[in-house]
């Protein structure tokens, strides 16, 4: 099958903190997001990567796609591209 395509959208279930930075630099947004509310990440973002200590509170989505866990709840993931 073909790789979802379209937007990637994190969204907090429960609170959560997340950093999104470019792959050798810039953050692109770093910080708390409230449950229920969304970043979504810029498509002319350079391989984006995401950090976060929460991984169970959020979901990330690909265009209409879920994207599957990306870590065990309360542990420190970095580097999800």
Avoid: C, H, K, M
């Avoid at 169970?56 to 542990?75: E, H, K, Y």
């Amino acid at each position: 099958p073909a790789a979802p395509t379209g937007p990637v959208v994190i969204t907090a279930t429960e609170p959560a903190w997340i950093q999104v930075s470019e792959r050798g630099g810039r953050t692109l947004f770093q910080g708390e997001l409230a449950a229920g509310q969304s970043y979504e990440v810029p498509v002319t973002a350079a391989a984006p990567l995401l950090r976060t200590g929460r991984p169970q509170s959020i979901r990330i989505n690909v265009g209409s796609a879920t994207a599957p866990a990306i870590g065990p709840a309360d542990t420190t993931v970095s580097n999800v591209s």
